[in-house]
């Protein structure tokens, strides 16, 4: 049981360059989100998922697009990566207590993003 | 949305002595507030949570107090331990999301 997995754990871009994240769950999770980690500014929510084919914003969507096609498994791609979006990226996914109340969050170990 | 303010962002303490962090919250719908621990290189972990129809609640060393009226939470660790130092987010939401506060980097020494 390897609760949520992210890949790559590091990745050095340069401005311009496309990449996409990769969360996975094993925990038949309904909500998965991607928070990003910058020191002084704690997690911030980029986008979320509270289902399979659904996505929401979050706090700080610009420049970055998420797909959840399958439950399990969500994206986080940055199609023109800009050195403001060097960060720490998390993922984390939680149980639906019913009427789209979350329960705890589970994180992944994080993806350490460089653009130069 | 949601607004958490979280103070202090830095704590220092000898071992032994207790440990007092302190969030505040703007949307009265919120009615999770969970604590998570962070230790270097590693994700954020669940170490304590409370629900509003609790006022306080407890877990060994670490509790967690919860003042709806004010809009303010709390969490108290005692007796600390210097595997206590990491850095320490509380959170409130509960409907889908749940936002964060900035973090407090608690440091236990020996």
């Known amino acids: 049981n390897a609760g949520v997995t992210q890949t790559p754990k590091f990745r050095v871009l340069k401005t311009g360059q496309s990449m996409t994240l990769l969360c996975a769950q094993d925990m038949n999770h309904e909500y998965m989100y991607w928070y990003r980690q910058d020191p002084g500014m704690g997690l911030r929510l980029i986008h979320y998922s509270v289902g399979e084919g659904t996505t929401a914003k979050g706090e700080v969507p610009d420049g970055y697009n998420v797909s959840r096609l399958k439950k399990q498994n969500f994206l986080l791609g940055l199609e023109s990566a800009a050195p403001s979006q060097t960060s720490v990226y998390f993922c984390?996914?939680?149980?639906?207590?019913?009427?789209?109340?979350?329960?705890?969050?589970?994180f992944g170990e994080g993806s350490r993003l460089t653009v130069l | 949305g949601e607004n958490v303010e979280q103070h202090p962002s830095t704590l220092s303490v000898q071992e032994g002595d207790s440990a007092v962090i302190k969030c505040t919250y703007s949307d009265s719908a919120s009615n999770y507030f969970p604590w998570y621990k962070q230790e270097l290189g590693k994700g954020p972990q669940l170490i304590i949570d409370i629900r509003s129809n609790v006022g306080e609640k407890k877990d060994q060393r670490i509790a967690v107090t919860l003042n709806k009226t004010a809009k303010h939470f709390s969490l108290h660790i005692t007796e600390t331990q210097p595997e206590d130092s990491a850095v320490y987010f509380c959170a409130g939401g509960g409907y889908s999301t749940l936002t964060f506060g900035k973090g407090t980097m608690l440091l236990v020494s020996p």
């Open positions: 984390a996914s939680s149980y639906d207590l019913g009427k789209r109340y979350t329960g705890e969050l589970f």
